[in-house]
């Protein structure tokens, strides 16, 4: 496919600009001349259909949740409603500006106080800011807030993150970010917490256990409860990366299995865009005795009823992020929240859990399964079992691209062997999880009749297989001739 760039004829444009009804003046006479360009910017002259037809063809070239099943385990790739967009559209949301005063944006504050009041009551905490701009960023919030907790007490010393080998890859990451000692601790056999592992683990160094629950097993954390005694009984608090919220919510929160902390991607389980659709939003919620460390400022309501932003709050680790962060995709999920009310957000994670047992019991037969219990809205197969007939797990995902899906995510978590995670969500239909099935099924078949075919999928594609670690290494993002 043609570039853009590669369409351009000198001369040819897009636009029709009526004649200036105004007294034509020099551009030198308006902007100094050290902010002049010395020559014309390099952009492709094409005419309007042809800029139109280019950028609709690319558009067919992605894949997304409007075009096909999209089964990215821990992503939580759901269907969004597109009248979530027209609400965050509305004049009065999507034509303010941040720094307008609180009076002229009674209704934006207004929204913003009750979506805290939402999420406080979904995750069992007591206040909830909305500032952090997506999940990893909600951890590094939620972190810092632990760490000034600890100084504020005088014990500055707990610098020790306890994290299992199970957990997200930012968890690390976001430890380190913060200061913090990462102490990773093994998984047991049945994929949840080892409990006496813990108890060597906890000291008195311990700033807290991150925890994402259900795992990334897809398996809920049944020893939760006894993981929070054996934490708080050490001085460590718990923080919940609320990644899997799809799976619980509406049935059970963060707050009553004892975590203090726990963020949320309103682009994962309050359905607004997620990935290159975004951006995110990762607020972060805490119990009551951490609620003096949440960035600020925080949304108020006077007694007079009228909202107002409070920046009085000393012990704050601050503004996290511009403004009062994503407020479009907060406008988004607060929309999707109203509309499924607590009973539709209680059926989206019985829908979800159900749906990913449905596959999960379809597809064991085929694939190895090492943690062969009830997931939760998520579950990891292996496939050791075909890389013993010299295929694994990138050639079946590159294959399901030939039959028209989206892959899981591969090779994680990385204590399952040739790992395939794979999450259906709730919007998916029953005929459309057969299909999938059926395809699932058909390339195990190929791998012991003809493996030769997985291995060089994709076969259908615009393009083959890419070289992944070039492109992350040394990408091309600009375009020369």
Same mark, same amino acid.
């Given at each position: ?19 200036? @009804? ?13 902010? %002049? ?10 005419? &309007? $259909? ?19 099943? +999209? ?24 034509? #303010? ?33 909305? *500032? ?30 306890? $994290? ?16 913090? &000692?990462?102490?990773?601790?093994? /998984? ?6 080892? %409990? ?20 990334? =097993? ?7 409860? &006894?993981?929070? @005694? ?18 619980? =919510? ?33 607020? $972060?919620?805490?119990? !009551? ?16 009823? /009228? ?7 000393? =012990? ?7 403004? +009062? ?8 999920? +607060?929309?999707? #929240? ?11 994670? !019985? ?29 990891? =197969?292996?496939?050791?079992? *075909? ?7 990138? @050639? ?6 030939? +039959? ?49 075919? $997985? ?27």
């Amino acid at each position: 496919m043609e570039l853009i760039f590669e369409q351009s004829v000198p001369g040819r444009t897009g636009i029709s600009l009526p004649a200036i @009804d105004v007294p034509e003046e020099e551009i030198e006479s308006l902007i100094p001349a050290e902010y %002049l360009r010395q020559e014309p910017p390099g952009l492709p002259e094409v005419s &309007e $259909v042809e800029a139109a037809r280019h950028f609709t063809r690319l558009s067919r070239r992605n894949f997304g949740v409007d075009t096909g099943f +999209y089964p990215l385990g821990s992503c939580t790739m759901k269907y969004n409603p597109k009248v979530n967009e027209d609400m965050a559209r509305l004049n009065g949301f999507a034509r #303010i500006h941040p720094y307008q005063s609180a009076d002229t944006v009674q209704g934006c504050l207004e929204l913003l106080y009750h979506m805290d009041r939402c999420l406080s009551e979904l995750t069992g905490m007591a206040r909830v800011s909305l *500032q952090p701009a997506a999940g990893a960023h909600g951890e590094l919030t939620g972190l810092m807030m632990i760490k000034a907790y600890h100084e504020n007490r005088g014990e500055g010393h707990r610098k020790k993150i306890i $994290v299992p080998d199970s957990s997200h890859g930012t968890n690390p990451a976001s430890a380190q970010m913060a200061g913090l &000692e990462i102490v990773e601790i093994k /998984s047991g056999k049945n994929g949840r917490v080892d %409990l006496e592992e813990l108890r060597k683990t906890v000291d008195g160094q311990v700033a807290g256990i991150m925890l994402t629950n259900p795992n990334t =097993l897809g398996i809920f954390e049944s020893d939760i409860r &006894e993981i929070a @005694d054996i934490v708080h009984s050490a001085g460590g608090l718990l923080y919940n990366d609320g990644a899997n919220a799809n799976a619980i =919510l509406g049935i059970s929160t963060p707050g009553d299995m004892g975590f203090d902390v726990v963020h949320l991607n309103l682009h994962k389980s309050f359905a607004a865009p997620h990935g290159g659709g975004g951006p995110g939003s990762g607020p $972060v919620g805490v119990k !009551e005795r951490l609620t003096p460390f949440l960035p600020k400022p925080l949304v108020e309501i006077k007694e007079d009823g /009228s909202y107002y932003l409070e920046y009085n709050r000393p =012990l704050s680790i601050g503004k996290v992020k511009s403004y +009062y962060g994503n407020f479009g995709v907060v406008v988004k999920a +607060y929309a999707y #929240i109203l509309a499924m009310g607590p009973e539709g957000l209680r059926r989206v994670a !019985e829908d979800a859990v159900l749906n990913a047992n449905f596959l999960m019991k379809k597809l064991k037969e085929y694939y190895d399964l090492p943690y062969d219990q009830v997931c939760k809205h998520e579950f990891v =197969l292996s496939g050791a079992r *075909q890389k013993e007939k010299g295929v694994n797990t990138e @050639d079946i995902a590159k294959r399901l691209l030939d +039959y028209g899906y989206h892959p899981p995510t591969v090779y994680f978590p990385l204590i399952v062997k040739e790992a395939l995670m794979i999450e259906p969500t709730e919007t998916e239909n029953l005929e459309t999880l057969e299909r999938f099935i059926d395809a699932m099924i058909r390339i195990a078949t190929e791998v012991e009749q003809e493996p030769e075919k $997985v291995r060089l999928a994709p076969h259908t594609t615009v393009v083959g297989r890419l070289d992944a670690v070039k492109a992350a290494r040394k990408p091309a993002l600009i375009w020369k001739s």
